[in-house]
C-alpha cells in the first residue's frame, strides 16, 4: 500500500513546484525594472530589455524644487553629482522629499526629456555630511533635512 | 557616562566569549564547574549589557550631543517617551538593543532550566552566547554607539517624525522579541543535533519559544502595518518593501514549523524537515535584521559597501555551514518513525500547508534579494515590483486558506473520503450561498469572490469543529452546551487557540481583500466652504487649525463631514512641522468604522489664496485586519497557555531525567 500513496503524494508535490513555477515566472514578467544610478541611466548605452520603465537613484539637486500650484506634485532635477534628470511627477510628494534629499523615482523617460515618475521614494540627507563637520553647523539650515532616517521608516516611506 | 558604557560593552565581550568557551569546553570535558562558570558568565553579561543601555538612555536624556548617537537621533525638546525610543532610533542602538533582548533571552533560559534540560543547556548556552558576542563584536567595532563628535553641537538632530508615533514605539521591540526569540529554538536545535538527545524534551522546549516569537513577530508585523498606515499617509498598510517583506519571510517559515510539529509529535515524522525549518527560520531572522538595519536593498549602491554588510554575510555563511554540517551528521539517527498512511488525511493537509508556506517564504524571499542576486550575476541592480508578490501571493494565500478549511474536518491517519464529503457538505452550502449572495450584491472582482467566499467556507468548518467537539461532550459530561463548550476549549487549549488564530487570519483576509479590492479614491483643491466627495461621503473644507508647543508646530485643515446627508463630526488632517528638523509630517485623520474608513490627507496649503489641497482615500473593511489581529493574538495567547496535559508530560519528562541521572 505504500507505494501508491508516496507516488501520488510526489506527482502533487511536483504539481505544487511546477505550479510555483509558472506563478514565478508570470509574476517576475512585468514586474522586474532596472535599477540605475542618474549617470547610469542617461549613459547612451544602458540596456533597455526590460520595457521602457526604470527606477533611478540620486540627490533632489537643492533648489530645483518646483512645486505644482493647486495640484499635488513637483518637479525638480535629480542628479548623483556627474549628471542631471529633470523629473516630474504628479502625485502627493513624501514628507521626506526636499532639497538634497536621496530620491528614487520609478517611470519613463518623455518624449521632451524629462523623467515622468510614477512612484517617488525620498530618504532625507544621509547623517551629517563633512562640511558640516568642518564648518561646526550641526544643525542643518531650514530646509536641510534631518538626519538620516533609519531604514525602517525610510525605504518605507512614499 | 558614554566611557563607562563603553566599557560594559567591551567587558560584556569578554564574558560573553568565555561562556562561549566555558561551556564548549565543559561539555566535551564533562566538567559540571566549568559549565556552571559559563552559566555565571551569561548573568555576567545580561549585567554588563543592562548597563551599557542605561547609560546609551543616560546620555540621551542627558542630551549630551557630543555623542554621535545622541545627537543623529535626539534632540532637547523630544518628548520623553521618545528619547526612551531613540535607543533604536539608529543602527548602533538598534543592534545595542538586539544584543540586549538576546541576552535577557538567554538569562532566562538559563534560569528556568537549572534543573531541566541539563544535557542540553551547555551546548544552548554555546549557540546563544556565539551569536551574542557577534553582535557584541558588531557594536564594539563596527556600529559603535558611544561615540564621539569632535564638537558637540547646541542641539541634536532630532528623532525622526515619523518615528515619533505611538506604535513606532511599541513596533520594533515587538519584531525585535520575535527576531531574536527565534535563536532559542536554533540553539536547543543545534543542542540536540550536537549531544544526539533528539527525544521529545527539545521539541517540547522549541515549540513553546517558537510560538511566542512567532506570536511577537506577527505582532510586531501587524503594528508595523498600522504604523504605516495612520503616519506614513498615503492610505495603505503593506507595500512588500524590503524591510516589510524580510519581517515576514521567517514568520512564515514559523508558522510551518508550528504546523509541522504536530505531525512530528503525533507520528515521528518530519524530523529533519522540522529542524531545518528551525533552522531556517533563525538564518532568515538574522538575514532580516541586516536587511532592516543596512538598507542594502533599498539603496542603489553595492552591496560590499555597507559597512556590515560583508561581516553579516560571513556569519550567516558559518551559521548555514555549521547548522547543515551538524544535521548531515545527524541523518541517520533521524528516520521517521511512521509514514504517510494516507494521501487522503490530516498529515497529508499539513504537508502540502508546509510547502505552500515555505514557497510563499522562498517566493518573498526571492523578490527581496532579486537586486542583489541580480548585481552579482549580471552586474546591475534589478528590482522586482509589487505586482510579483501579489501574483504569487495571492494564490498561494487561496490554497492555504481552503486547507485550512478542509484541516479541521478531515480525520488523521486515513480519512474516508465519504466521511469527509458528508462533514464538509453544510461548510460547501455555505461557501456557495455567499458567493451567490456576493454576485446577487454586485460584487464582480474575481479575488474579492474567490476571497469572501472561501472565508464564509473556513468560518463555517470551523465553527462546526467547535459545535461538535462541544456536542460531543455534552453527551459524556451531560452539562449545557455552552458550559461543554468552555469545557471541551479549556481541555485542548492549542487546539482551540489554533482554530482562533484561523479565524483571525479570515478576518484579516476579509480585510485585506475589501481594502485592496474596492479602495475608492478623490483629490481636491478646495476654498472654504467648497466640498468634495468619495464614496458615501462628503467633506466639506471650514478652516484652517494651528497648534503649537515646544518639539512642533501643527497646521491642519478642519472639515466636516457628512454620511450621505448626515453630519458625521469634523476631521482635521494636517501636518507637523518639527522645530529640530525643520521637516513637514503629514498627520492624516481618519474615520473608522466597520464598514469602511474615510482617510484624509492634506497635501498642502497656500495661505495666500486659502486654498487646501486635499487627497481622500475610502478603504472598505480596513478595521477588521486590526480586529482580525485582535482575535488573532487573543487565540495565540490561549494556544501558549499550559494544558494539562503538558504540565503532566513536563513532571514525566523531569522525573525520567532524575532517574536516568540516579541509573
Known sequence: ?158 | MADFGNLCLFLALATSAWAVVASYNGWRAGLGELVLTAERAVYATWALVFLAVLSLEYCIFADRFDLEYVASYSNRALPRIYKVTALWGGQAGSLLFWEFILITYASLIVLMNRRRNRSLLPLVVTTLLGVSTFFLGLVDFLARPFVRLAFAPEDGNGLNPQLQNPFMAIHPPCLYLGYVGLTLPFAFAMAALATGRLDDSWFRTTRRWTILSWFFLGTGILLGGWWAYVELGWGGYWAWDPVENASLIPWLTCTAFLHSVMIEERKKMLRVWNLSLVIMSFLLAILGTFITRSGVISSVHSFTKSNVGPVFAGFLGFSILASVGLLLHRLPDLKSEHRLDSFVSRESTFLFNNLLLVGAAFAVLWGTLFPILSEAARGVKITVGPPFFNEVMIPIAFALVTLAGICPVIAWRRASPRKLLEKIQIPFWALVGGAGALLLAGVRDVYALVSFSLATFVIATTAMEFYWGARARQRVTGRGLAASLLGLVDRNKRRYGGFVVHLGFILILIGVTGSSAFKQEATASLKRGDGFSVGRYRMVFQDMVSDDNANREFMGARLAIFDGDRPAGTLVPGQNFYKAGQNPSTEVDIRSTLRDDLYLILTGFDPQEGRATLKAYLNPLVNWIWIGGGVLILGAWFAMLPDIRDRRRDAEARLREVESRAA
Open chain 1, 1 to 158: 500500500m505504500a507505494q501508491p500513496i508516496s507516488r501520488k503524494v510526489v506527482i502533487t508535490v511536483g504539481l505544487l513546484v511546477l505550479g510555483f513555477a509558472v506563478l514565478f515566472s508570470v509574476g517576475l514578467r512585468g514586474s522586474l525594472v532596472y535599477y540605475l544610478t542618474v549617470s547610469e541611466f542617461m549613459d547612451p548605452a544602458r540596456k533597455t530589455d526590460l520595457g521602457d520603465n526604470f527606477r533611478v537613484n540620486g540627490i533632489v539637486q537643492p533648489g530645483s524644487i518646483q512645486r505644482a500650484q493647486g495640484a499635488p506634485g513637483a518637479r525638480f532635477i535629480l542628479t548623483d553629482g556627474a549628471r542631471q534628470l529633470p523629473v516630474v511627477y504628479r502625485k502627493e510628494v513624501p514628507d521626506t522629499f526636499v532639497d538634497g534629499s536621496e530620491a528614487v523615482v520609478e517611470g519613463a523617460l518623455g518624449a521632451d526629456g524629462t523623467f515622468a515618475a510614477v512612484t517617488l521614494l525620498a530618504k532625507c540627507p544621509s547623517k551629517y555630511e563633512a562640511q558640516n563637520r568642518q564648518t561646526n553647523n550641526y544643525r542643518k539650515p531650514a530646509g536641510q533635512g534631518r538626519p538620516g532616517t533609519p531604514t525602517d521608516a525610510g525605504s518605507s516611506s512614499r
